[in-house]
């Protein structure tokens, strides 16, 4: 079964709701396009995963704290990062106004 | 262990060799750039893989033949496809005289 489509495809910025796509699902790993519009982690807030997830921004700009950083890595076109499992995590800001589009793959723990 | 980086650092279009970076190697997955230049698949010879692949064309332009497809599919920025174990395909062509960016992710079967 041959999945395809557009990356980029009716990306729009809503800045009531990031919006999330599974493009690949299969065992032990999913692919998932992110549009966001300004959203960020709540304060005070951590994102702690059981997957590993690898991101790359493909347009937008963003910001990423990891916990016992000194501060947020800015995110720009292109950049990405591998957050290993259980890497806390927060998503600082992302740009307010236009559509900041992540691509992300989660990825299982090896059994 | 973090690992980042940008996936549009240092790329440059040769037309003498096809450039590949592993960005991410995980058990059962591994994330790599591909930079073409103008390279496909010489004629007659189709790619038949273990590993299923998604690829996602980020830059460049390129046409991916699929066997049993009447035509080559043409890819352009954003345009993604997954390839499932053995699915025969060829690269029918890419973009000469500039860089086409691919990012692949290759996953294993589960076992």
Redesign the interface.
Known sequence: ?????????DVMPNPAMEAFAT??S????R?ERIVSAGQATPAGVWLDQEQ?E?V?L?EGAAALE?EGETGP?RL?????????PH?RHRVAWTEAGRATVW?A?H?DK?A
């Open positions: 079964m041959i999945g395809t489509g557009n990356i980029f495809a493009l690949l299969q065992p032990g790993l692919i590993g690898w790359l493909l990891v890595r720009a076109r292109g950049d990405y990062i591998w957050l290993p890497c691509l793959v990825v090896p």
